[in-house]
């Protein structure tokens, strides 16, 4: 069975403008989550990015209309363990450094 990447088309605002991804830099990375709390107090805790699982292949389709193709390898989708909660996101780093997650969410393998 062939696999498809998933294609992805940033949009924003209520009518859905399309984003010009055009001269960013585009990653996808697959992570083990690492709970922080300094504080000790639970409200005060987030997920940080801990070790990296796997890195997406991530090709542009269309960067002007937003749309990008990420995908994993079956040997990368293979290695990854049932017994761990992962975590992914999809990024976009502007030329100036500022980076902003457009997509992110947890899974089981």
């Known amino acids: 069975m062939s696999r ?3 294609l992805y088309t940033g949009s924003v605002g209520p009518t859905n403008a399309r984003v010009n991804l055009t001269g960013y830099t585009l990653e ?3 992570f ?13 805790g987030a997920y940080t990015v801990g ?3 796997a890195t997406f292949a991530v090709g542009a389709v ?3 209309q937003g749309q990008v193709a990420i995908s994993l ?6 290695a990854l363990s049932p017994a761990v909660g992962y975590r992914w996101y999809f990024r976009a780093q502007d030329a100036t450094g500022y ?5 992110s969410g947890s899974f089981t393998a």
């Open 32 to 44: 083990t989550p690492v709970f922080a709390n300094p504080s000790g107090e639970m409200a005060d």
């Open 51 to 53: 070790a990296i699982a």
């Open 99 to 103: 980076t902003l997650t457009w997509l």
């Open 28 to 30: 996808a990375k697959v």
């Open 4 to 6: 498809q990447p998933l």
């Open 73 to 78: 390898t079956e040997t990368q989708t293979a």
């Open 62 to 64: 269309n960067l002007s």
